[in-house]
């Protein structure tokens, strides 16, 4: 059974980085698949914010480009996201998931997630 | 692309059938639709993959259809657990999700 659950602060001061972590367990991230990040801003709908694959290939939402940062280590089998000036429009419940595919091109879904975090940005 | 969803909420009892639409701004070749369900406090859970596939372990009450830029989720009948959040999603869109309440 593959099972996410992410870690990091609750809490980020404005123009500060939020750090998140995905421990994966039940299932070896060099094994294959991409790895993602997606946000709820509380209230409101989901939002994809970055996938990465165990080589290091990285996708970004265009809208975060820029203050976004995806990094995995296969050797503690998790991943990680960084968003950098942070402001309150980045409070959110920011979930990591699996991505799968189907078809070809690949369409993308997200098939395991984890329970969530809530990040809340205020001084 | 952008996804939109209707109803913004769905009012029903438990036994009617709940029809979602989502629509595509566009329509993109070889495009499938997914579909997530969430309760409050939980994750999203995958019911619906590639348009029409059930996820492991969802009921045949659920079901998926569609093409191009039109797709619909279809619960037959549904179940007092159904009364949920439901996004659509393509690619990296989803959309901004139909509330299904009790009547």
């Known amino acids: 059974q593959v099972k996410l659950q992410e870690s990091g602060p609750g809490l980020v001061k404005p123009s500060e980085t939020l750090s998140l972590t995905c421990a994966v367990s039940?299932?070896?991230?060099?094994?294959?698949?991409?790895w993602a990040w997606i946000r709820q801003p509380p209230g409101k709908g989901l939002e994809w914010i970055a996938t990465?694959?165990?080589?290091?290939?990285?996708y970004y939402n265009p809208s975060l480009n820029s203050r976004v940062t995806i990094s995995v280590d296969t050797s503690k089998n998790q991943f990680s996201l960084n968003l950098s000036s942070v402001t309150a429009a980045d409070t959110a419940v920011y979930y990591c998931?699996?991505?799968?595919?189907?078809?070809?091109?690949?369409?993308?879904?997200?098939?395991?997630w984890g329970q969530g975090t809530l990040v809340t940005v205020s001084s | 692309i952008v996804l939109t969803q209707s109803p913004g909420t769905l009012s029903l009892s438990p036994g009617e059938r709940a029809t979602l639409s989502c629509r595509a701004s566009?329509?993109?070749?070889?495009?499938?639709l997914v579909w997530y369900q969430q309760k409050p406090g939980q994750a999203p859970r995958l019911l619906i993959y590639?348009?029409?596939n059930r996820a492991t372990g969802i009921p045949d009450r659920f079901s998926g259809s569609g093409s191009g830029t039109d797709f619909t989720l279809t619960i037959s009948r549904l179940e007092p657990e159904d009364f949920a959040v439901y996004y659509c999603?393509?690619?990296?869109?989803f959309g901004q999700g139909t509330k299904v309440e009790m009547k």
């Open positions: 998931a699996r991505r799968s595919t189907s078809g070809e091109p690949p369409n993308p879904f997200f098939d395991y």
């Open positions: 039940g299932y070896s991230i060099s094994s294959g698949y991409y």
């Open positions: 990465i694959y165990h080589s290091g290939n990285t």
């Open positions: 566009q329509s993109v070749a070889n495009s499938y």
């Open positions: 590639a348009t029409s």
């Open positions: 999603q393509q690619y990296g869109t």
